[in-house]
Each structure stands twice: as structure tokens, then as C-alpha cells.
């Protein structure tokens, strides 16, 4: 996505918990890195993202889709009743471990159609958000996963001559 908003001449933020996932954030320029909060109530972790200070005269929010994201929960508020900034959800749209029909899923679909736009991992995920009544027209499939092409290329430009000296090399029978 900050790859097309480049190509697009479209000035972007990232805000990243701090946590593991940092270290894959390395190769981004444009990221900002606050400490998640935890509040625990009833025994379930909850997480506050202290970031609204830097979502001010936003065009548009992304958020990933995330039932204990206390901060998704006070922008959706914040644009209910003052109109503000809108609302792209970022995600799976439901969380397939566990029944479609669960208490969590159910509530993810109670804001499904809440956001401006959706972005969606995979076509299935697109197809559940549009499902559910969320117009397909603002719906762009991400595809979030690692672009295994150059992979598999590179695994199979590897000769059979090349893999043997090194098997002797490193004594691997």
C-alpha cells in the first residue's frame, strides 16, 4: 500500500504500535512508532494506540480491524458525532478461527458498513464485507501477503550442480 500511495503522490503516515512488529517496519520511511497502552477489563486485553494527537486534518484513517483497538472504537465515535475524519478498515473481516457466527464475529459485523472504505486481505474477506451490505464499489482487495514470485524464481534458477557442492561443502548427505 505505501508502495501505490508513492506512485500516487499521496502523502501517508504509518503509526505502528511498539511491539515485534518494528523490525519489519525497517524499510518504510514514513512511520511513526507509539507505545500501546494495555488496560485489562474483564480478564481481556484491550490495547489504546495514544496517537490521536497526530490524527488531526486527516483526509482518511486506515485502522486494522482489531475488536480489542480501543482507538478504532473513539475515532468511530469521534466521526459519529462530529462528522470528522473518515474511516478505512484494514484486515480480515472476520476471525476465522473461531465460528462465523461468534459473539466477536458478530460484533465486527455490526461496524462493517460503519467505514468509508474497506481494504480487505483476500476476495473472500471482500465478499463477506460485501455480504454484509458495504457497497463492493468501495472495497480494494489488498492481497496482504508476500509476493512469492521472485521466490520461486530464485529457487529454481539454483542448479543441481550448485546444490550438490554445496551439500559437500557443508557434509549434508
Not at 451490505?133 to 482487495?141: E, L, P, Q, R, V
Not at 521466490?151 to 557434509?171: A, D, W
Request: glycine share 4%; proline share 2%; net charge positive.
Amino acid at each position: 500500500l505505501s508502495k501505490k500511495f508513492l506512485e500516487e503522490n499521496i502523502e501517508f503516515q504509518l503509526i505502528v504500535g511498539e511491539n515485534r512488529t518494528q523490525d519489519s517496519m525497517s524499510s518504510l520511511n514514513n512511520f511513526v512508532i507509539k507505545k500501546n497502552k494495555c488496560i485489562y477489563f474483564f480478564g481481556k486485553e484491550l490495547i489504546y494506540q495514544p496517537c490521536l494527537s497526530l490524527l488531526t486534518n486527516l483526509d482518511l484513517v486506515i485502522l486494522p480491524l482489531g475488536n480489542k483497538l480501543l482507538l478504532n472504537y473513539i475515532l468511530m465515535l469521534r466521526r459519529f458525532i462530529f462528522g470528522s475524519v473518515r474511516i478505512a478498515l484494514w484486515g480480515h473481516a472476520l476471525n476465522m478461527q473461531v465460528g462465523a457466527d461468534s459473539l466477536m464475529n458478530s460484533f465486527k459485523k455490526s461496524y462493517f458498513k460503519n467505514a468509508d472504505w474497506w481494504f480487505p486481505y483476500t476476495e473472500g474477506m471482500a465478499k463477506i464485507i460485501e455480504a454484509s451490505g458495504f457497497s463492493a464499489d468501495k472495497i480494494t482487495t489488498v492481497y496482504n501477503t508476500a509476493d512469492t514470485d521472485e521466490l520461486i524464481s530464485l529457487t529454481n534458477s539454483i542448479s543441481n550442480e550448485y546444490m550438490e557442492s554445496v551439500r559437500k561443502k557443508l557434509n549434508i548427505p
